[in-house]
């Protein structure tokens, strides 16, 4: 079922064009030249952060933090491992990309780990980011209790996240 | 600058990790794998990247995000009752969300930091109003239909069916944006009173 979906969509996408006599070869190719541009902007943060992910990696480190968090994360149901991604999530994009395609590698993209990882990054956002580029730009300064109520909805991914994981793949 | 602190911080609980477990050698070789790997991730969803910017950017100049915006008025006119009188103020807020579903995070952006200015208030213009909390909210929970960078990932690792996991990010995103917003109801709430 699932399968259909991406074909569908892409199809879909190219026939409504068709039928508003636009040209949607025309309109991809505009986008996806965009889509470069967007790759050169990714590319410079994921070798600086995937450079200091591995030396973390390396040095047993993350093995250690995922060790001292494990208790925190198994009462909410998250699997341990990925607790650097959920650490790091809610701050960086980037970062959180470079950290979950790590994890996705160690355990491979088909494990319960891999997946829970791929959900998790495709669910949330990183979320001081946006407050700050958001408010920031906007001049709010009394932000109330808008990281609040963000932050409970990231956790509440995390936590989906691991429940669907194994509801839908174990 | 928060991300200078949190790369130095990395660096430095690797020199200290090694320190314990005597692995110095494999992260100083880790600096070169790892610089490589950003590159190889990098170059690997390149092609999904440029597929699906592609496919936003067609699905927005063929009306869709008009039509998705007449689906989601309903649910804006719940959240965001205060832009029924400013018709430029929906249009910035729809276009927001729209973008976001599409998965075209460069177009959301400029379009929320609109419609947050535009929700100022005249007398109060540094404060978060409970609308702009929502907007918030329902941009960090990531909403989109095609989470294409992962499945990218996914699909560089090897992976059969990268977009298998569709169905569990829809239902993950949904809930965590309702728990969002109904936290941010009661927040708001609480907030007035106190």
């Not at chain 1, 006599?21 to 030249?33: N, Q, S, V």
């Not at chain 2, 915006?69 to 807020?93: E, Y």
């Not at chain 2, 729209?98 to 952006?109: D, F, K, P, Q, V």
Request: glycine content about 10%; some cysteine.
């Amino acid at each position: 079922m699932a399968d259909y979906i991406v074909p569908l969509v892409l199809f879909a996408a190219a026939a409504l064009a068709l039928g508003k006599k636009e040209d949607p070869y025309r309109h991809m190719l505009d986008g996806a030249a965009d889509g470069l541009n967007l790759l050169a902007s990714i590319l410079p943060p994921l070798v600086l952060l995937l450079t200091a992910v591995t030396m973390l990696r390396a040095s047993g480190g993350i093995e250690l933090i995922s060790r001292f968090c494990a208790p925190v994360f198994q009462f909410f149901g998250i699997p341990p491992e990925t607790a650097i991604l959920v650490l790091v999530r809610p701050l960086s994009g980037s970062a959180a990309l470079a950290v979950g395609a790590e994890l996705m590698a160690e355990h491979g993209p088909d494990s319960l780990i891999g997946r829970t990882v791929a959900i998790m990054l495709g669910s949330t956002e990183t979320t001081f980011y946006t407050i700050s580029v958001y408010f920031g730009a906007a001049g709010i300064r009394k932000t109330r209790y808008t990281a609040a109520a963000a932050l409970l909805a990231d956790l509440t991914g995390f936590i989906m996240a691991s429940l669907t994981a194994r509801l839908f793949f174990n | 600058m928060i991300l200078g602190w949190i790369w130095t911080l990395i660096v430095f609980l690797s020199i200290l990790f090694s320190v314990f477990t005597g692995k110095i050698n494999e992260v100083s070789a880790a600096t070169a794998h790892g610089a490589q790997a950003g590159v190889t991730a990098a170059i690997g969803i390149a092609g999904s990247i440029c597929l699906w910017s592609g496919v936003g950017n067609l699905m927005d100049k063929t009306g869709l995000t008009g039509l998705l915006a007449k689906l989601l008025r309903p649910l804006l006119n719940l959240l965001f009752p205060g832009t029924k009188k400013d018709p430029q103020l929906r249009k910035d807020l729809s276009a927001n969300i729209c973008a976001n579903i599409l998965g075209l995070g460069n177009a959301a952006t400029p379009m929320g930091i609109k419609a947050v200015k535009g929700m100022r208030l005249p007398h109060r213009p540094h404060m978060a109003t409970d609308e702009m909390c929502r907007l918030i909210v329902l941009n960090t929970a990531s909403i989109q239909l095609i989470p294409a960078n992962v499945a990218a990932v996914r699909a560089s690792l090897g992976c059969a069916a990268p977009f298998d996991i569709l169905p569990a990010v829809w239902l993950t995103s949904i809930t965590s944006a309702t728990v969002g917003l109904t936290a941010a109801w009661c927040m708001g709430k609480l907030c007035r009173n106190g």
